[in-house]
């Protein structure tokens, strides 16, 4: 039972809301995640976003969807989402793109673990040559 809230009681809810949010996501056919919160002693507001899958699996995140539109303003291809390249001997997967991000706009997870990494659009577009 949660009596104050904070950062810890924060993590705990959206761990245990993630969890429970599984089983609407997979009736629905979609992927559900509770996201950052703000708080305060008495009350919390998470972000929950919701996106649809293609039928390989993928998520049309909203970031795998601006990559797709301004791939075009990189020099890049909409067909590069998914692909990889390797960086520093690590290979990486694009996963998506932040417009607003004048220095590292695209995104890309570590293929090992899926943890993320931004990149300058300049290296990606060598990186995929």
């Known amino acids: 039972m949660i009596k104050t809230i904070n950062r810890e009681a924060c993590k705990i809810l959206r761990d245990v809301m993630n969890e429970a949010l599984q089983e609407v996501a997979e009736k629905m056919g979609v992927k559900i995640e509770v996201g950052n919160a703000s708080f305060t002693s008495s009350n919390i507001t998470f972000k929950v976003s ?38 520093g ?16 706009p695209i995104l890309a997870e570590r293929v090992p673990d899926g943890k993320g990494f931004k990149f300058p659009a300049d290296t990606v577009k060598r990186l995929l040559a």
Request: net charge positive.
């Open 50 to 87: 919701v996106a649809t899958t293609n039928d390989d699996g993928t998520v049309n995140s909203k970031e795998a969807e601006a990559f797709k539109t301004y791939a075009f303003r990189w020099g890049l291809s909409p067909d590069d989402l998914n692909k990889t390249f390797v960086s």
């Open 89 to 104: 001997g690590k290979t990486y997967k694009i996963t998506g793109a932040s417009p607003r991000a004048s220095r590292f």
